[in-house]
């Protein structure tokens, strides 16, 4: 990905953190630290959101729950966006946790769409053909 370069002054403690988040991971000092930065905004622009490892990488979750952003997304679109609706579906979360996962939608909606459409792309033969065990006999 082609940047622009600035100079960044880090505490060592920092530098030492990312260093070993790199080292573990195996990746550069500048992609870690680029994701770093990135998720930081995102948190940041949208409270109550935080970002998580996930089988298939970080995900965008509602904070303090185990519920990814594209789920409540996903059931709001299939309830034709009606909010009274959703927070019936989720009424163990609060307005406050469900505006921002509709929040975390409205800034990063190609994010969002293609977890929708991936995870919309599931079906018994998808399982099937990239899952054989998971199949019953």
């Not at 409270?47 to 995900?59: A, D, H, K």
């Amino acid at each position: 990905m082609a940047g622009i370069q600035k100079s960044l002054r880090l505490p060592p403690e920092t530098l030492q953190e990312i260093e070993e988040m790199a080292k573990e991971t195996g990746r550069d000092f500048s992609g870690i630290t680029l994701d770093l930065l990135s998720e930081a905004i995102k948190m940041r622009r949208c409270p109550g959101i935080v970002l998580v490892e996930g089988v298939s990488g970080r995900r965008a979750r509602v904070a303090g729950t185990g519920i990814e952003v594209w789920e409540i997304v996903a059931n709001y679109q299939s309830l034709d966006e009606d909010f009274v609706r959703l927070k019936k579906a989720y009424h163990w979360l609060t307005p406050d946790q469900l505006r921002a996962a509709l929040g975390y939608y409205a800034a990063y909606p190609r994010e969002i769409g293609e977890l929708i459409a991936r995870n919309q792309g599931w079906n018994s033969q998808t399982i099937k053909k990239r899952h054989p065990l998971m199949t019953p006999a």
